[in-house]
């Protein structure tokens, strides 16, 4: 990688030059990082943890590309980030019971900026020539060995986020072919017929229409949901999923999930402690909510198509703290 290309060049990255393997040493706080080739390293002063170097840039993938996400995204069972929306907490074993029986968590608050600029240049530094983070498992190269060129086009990709809704002129636009998005592997057979507009006179900017499932069906990540409608706080984020989730999303609010086809295995667990709760088997058609207070990872044994509903309001994660909105939206 050369030293224009990465974003580490932002001077509030702290990062020491390339180890034996060709990797960057990075420190935020008291937290320090390093690769070697099978793993990422992480320290703080009251502990060190290690994780698969594939697990670690698929999570930090989502955490930089999603803008450190709805409340906590855990990497694992003990390194993750919570987000205040300004200010993002990283932590260690702070929802483990473990580390918090035997005081060994450890958490620093960081500017935005200055966390997401570092994640930034980790990702970068660390991600090498023909592996994608996002990528289905058996459509990417791999993470492993020694440092191997850079990937900054799969890194730097854009979110799909509509202002109002996929396909309106001038919003996100339908992905074809031309535009580089051709049909998955797994939904050859999904039909591609748009649907037919007709509009009264006078109305012709103001009724859009499109195939979710064709949009879907030619998406080229994984684990990723897009923004593609928006109604105030309402946002629809579908998203196609295959392996698992590369981190255990810890909610601050409800999120309602449909089962747009295919099969997903979700393991939910308490998201103070990691206490198990629930596991949920979803099939084409199934509707869940999963509860505010929960966090959860999911399994998709072949690529499916999920409707993450998510209500977007600022507002939400002090109301529910404060007891002013309800952790679940149906009470049986
Ligand atoms: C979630 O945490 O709710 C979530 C995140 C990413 C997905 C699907 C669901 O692709
Ligand atoms: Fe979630």
């Known amino acids: 990688m050369t030293d224009t290309a990465a974003p580490a060049t932002d001077p509030t990255v702290e990062s020491t030059g390339p180890n034996e393997h060709g990797y960057r040493t990075f420190r935020l706080g008291g937290f320090t990082f390093h690769r070697d080739e099978h793993f990422a390293h992480v320290e703080w002063p009251t502990g060190r943890h290690v994780l698969s170097i594939e697990a670690f840039l698929k999570a930090l993938m989502r955490d930089v590309a999603w803008n450190f996400f709805y409340g906590i995204v855990n990497f694992d069972a ?59 498992p058996q459509e990417t190269g791999s993470p492993f060995g020694e440092k191997r060129g850079d990937n900054l086009a799969a890194i730097t990709r854009t979110r799909v986020t509509a202002s109002r809704m996929v396909g309106v002129p001038g919003d996100e636009p339908l992905r074809s072919d031309a535009t580089g998005h051709p049909i998955n592997r797994m939904f050859a057979d999904v039909p591609q017929d748009e649907p037919t507009v007709e509009p009264a006179p006078g109305y012709e900017g103001e009724v859009a229409a499109f195939n979710l499932y064709a949009y879907l069906s030619r998406s080229d990540v994984t684990w990723n949901p897009s923004v593609v409608s928006v109604c105030r706080d309402s946002l629809y984020c579908p998203t196609t999923e295959e392996f698992i989730l590369p981190i255990i999303h810890g909610n601050d609010r409800v999120e309602w999930f449909v089962q747009l086809s295919d099969e997903i295995h979700w393991k939910v667990e308490d998201r103070e402690t990691g206490e198990p709760r629930a596991n949920v088997v979803m099939k084409a058609g199934d509707v869940a909510a999963m509860p505010a207070d929960i966090r959860h990872q999911g399994y998709s044994p072949k690529r499916a198509m999920l409707l993450v509903w998510e209500n977007g309001s600022a507002e939400l994660p002090d109301m529910i703290a404060q007891g002013k909105a309800p952790k679940t939206p149906v009470e049986f």
């Open 78 to 136: 003990v390194i993750g980030t919570m987000n205040h929306y300004g200010n993002v907490d990283l932590f260690a074993g702070r929802y483990n019971d473990a580390y918090r029986k035997a005081e060994l968590d450890h958490q620093e608050n960081f500017p935005h900026e200055q966390i997401m600029a570092t994640f930034k240049a980790i990702l970068a530094d660390w991600t090498n020539d023909g592996y994608d983070p996002f990528a289905a």
